[in-house]
């Protein structure tokens, strides 16, 4: 009923910069959040950055190895969050995974299905 679904990952270099986008459709009524997780081989999950809806403010999360060069944001009437990634690291390689938690008869978190970013010379 609801879809998810991301994409603009891909292969940089160091140094260099990606966006990603990740749309839900579907029945939604509401989205209370929106957040980006990744997970690298051999690692746990780790959720990246993430956007609280507040009202007429939105909150921004981000973890602490990425402050300063991520930035997540969303364009409500298109159900879609962003990741603007800048200065990417080696260490930022991973699959990344976007998370919307709505309503649409009921709560569901909604996951997208992966998108790979890899970070290499």
């Known amino acids: 009923q609801v879809q998810v679904v991301e994409s603009g990952g891909g292969l940089v270099q160091p140094g260099g910069s990606l966006r990603l986008s990740c749309a839900a459709s579907?029945?939604?009524?509401?989205?209370?959040?929106m957040a980006w997780y990744r997970q690298a081989p051999g690692k746990e999950r780790e959720l990246v950055a993430a956007?609280?809806?507040?009202?007429?403010?939105?909150?921004?999360n981000y973890v602490d190895s990425v402050k300063g060069r991520f930035i997540i944001s969303r364009d409500n009437a298109k159900n879609t969050v962003y990741l603007q990634m800048n200065s990417l690291k080696p260490e930022d390689t991973a699959v990344y995974y976007c998370?919307?938690?709505?309503?649409?008869?009921?709560?569901?978190?909604?996951w997208g299905q992966g998108t790979l970013v890899t970070v290499s010379s």
């Open positions: 956007i609280t809806s507040g009202g007429m403010t939105d909150y921004l």
């Open positions: 998370r919307f938690s709505v309503v649409t008869s009921r709560y569901l978190e909604v």
């Open positions: 579907g029945s939604i009524n509401r989205v209370n959040a």
